[in-house]
Every structure is written in C-alpha cells, then in structure tokens.
C-alpha cells in the first residue's frame, strides 16, 4: 500500500520542472533595480547537497557580475521570484506545483561586492516567514499572493559598505526523504549607504549551515502529524542591529 508521502512524491516528479523558480529582480526606497545586481542562476533548477558549494549563492554564483545595487541603511529591500528567467508576470505563481517552504534571507559584508565569492564570507540572518500553522501558510505562498516579492529592512546599524544578499526558498514536498528538499537561492551585490553604526552580527558559513538531517530540511510536510515547523541555519538578528 502507498503511502501519502509515497503518492505526493509521485505527483510532485510531474509537475517540479514548471514549478522551478529564481529569485531574480530587486528593489529599494523607490528604485526598481531590475536584474542589474543579480548574480543569475544559469536555469530555475534546484540546489539539493547542503554541502555544495552552490548553497552559497546557486550555480555560477560565486562569479560576480559589474552592477551594484545601492540602498539606504534602514531603508526596505525587495527581493522577487518568477518561475521563468526575466518573466515578472504575476498572472503564473512565482513558484508553484505544491513547492510549500519558508523564504529566507541573508546578507554577508564583503570587501567587494562584485568579486567576493559567497562560500568564504560570514552570513547573517535578515528575515524568514517559515510556516503559520492558524492560516497553514508557508511562505512561498507569501511569495505568490505578492507578486514573487518578500520585502525587508537593511540594517541601520551596520557597517556602510559593500554585501551580498542571498534570498532563498526552501521547497518541501519531497523533502520526507534526505536530500529531497530543494533550495532556490540567488545573490543579490549592495552597496549600503548612511549607516549609523560600525558593529556587525555573528555569522555562519554557507555552506555549513545547514545540515541534511535537520528538522526544517528533513521533514514530511504531508504526514497527519506534521503541525510545526523549524527554519533551519540561525535566528535572525536581534532588533538592535535595525
């Protein structure tokens, strides 16, 4: 007898091509930054090894690109995912096919935003929407309700200066097995500008964040038990760095 998990991972193999995604466009205090800053994935393919160094900022990632986007300390940032590359249609969902996860961003001071490779620099959690178990929202389903976008705010009290942005969606439908969770990242190059403050947080290594084992990545969303869930790697920061 199959189980559920057994006949949503079937399901899922059929419909995760089109369901693929990239976070792709950016944008601040008014600016639409466009795909300008984006290191691009070379396709909307998932990573699935925590321990690749593609968790860091996808495939190709840790080659930069010549545009930089500049942002305001404090100022809110966005993020956006489409299915397709340079598609911001909002009439397809920006990532879809029951690929149900949290979205997670992080940033990480370089000395050169347009050269730093993301797997040796210290990252530090910005923002997450994980799941809410009331309304049974994961935050992907933020993503398409707005248009692929999730907004947060750059800290105010860090160092001015170039970073890195990697935002992230995490997809558990097949993820009741290791290894079948998938990760969609891509790098953001920033400049921030104005800071009131000189400290930066703790960070993490990515990879090394992230275990295949750990309960936000190896997970059955589907089972009769499932009512919680854990974002995986750190806390986000505390309120005094904004």
């Not at 691009?40 to 930069?64: F, I, K």
């Not at 398409?144 to 800290?155: D, E, H, L, T």
Request: with cysteine.
């Amino acid at each position: 007898m199959k189980t559920i998990s057994t006949v949503l991972f079937a399901a899922g193999l059929a419909t995760q091509t089109a369901a693929h995604a990239i976070f792709q466009f950016a944008a601040s205090g008014g600016t639409d930054f466009g795909t300008s800053c984006v290191r691009m994935p070379p396709n909307n393919s998932p990573v699935t090894s925590v321990s690749s160094s593609d968790m860091a900022c996808n495939v190709g990632g840790s080659r930069g690109v010549s545009g930089i986007c500049e942002v305001n300390a404090g100022a809110d940032f966005t993020v956006e995912m489409h299915a397709q590359p340079n598609d911001r249609s909002c009439a397809t969902d920006a990532i879809g096919g029951n690929h149900f996860g949290p979205v997670i961003v992080y940033m990480a001071k370089v000395d050169d935003a347009t050269r730093a490779d993301g797997a040796s620099a210290s990252w530090f959690k910005v923002d997450e929407f994980g799941y809410d178990a009331g309304s049974k929202t994961w935050g992907t389903d933020m993503l398409n309700r707005n248009c692929g976008k999730r907004s947060f705010r750059i800290p105010s009290k860090i160092p001015s200066g170039d970073y890195l942005v990697r935002a992230e969606a995490i997809a558990l439908h097949t993820a009741f097995s290791q290894g079948g969770a998938q990760f969609y990242m891509s790098c953001f190059q920033v400049r921030i500008k104005g800071s009131n403050g000189g400290q930066l947080p703790s960070g993490v290594r990515i990879p090394g964040a992230y275990s295949a084992s750990d309960p936000g990545i190896l997970v059955d969303i589907w089972g009769n038990g499932f009512s919680q869930y854990t974002i995986p790697g750190p806390r986000v920061i505390d309120g005094s760095f904004f």
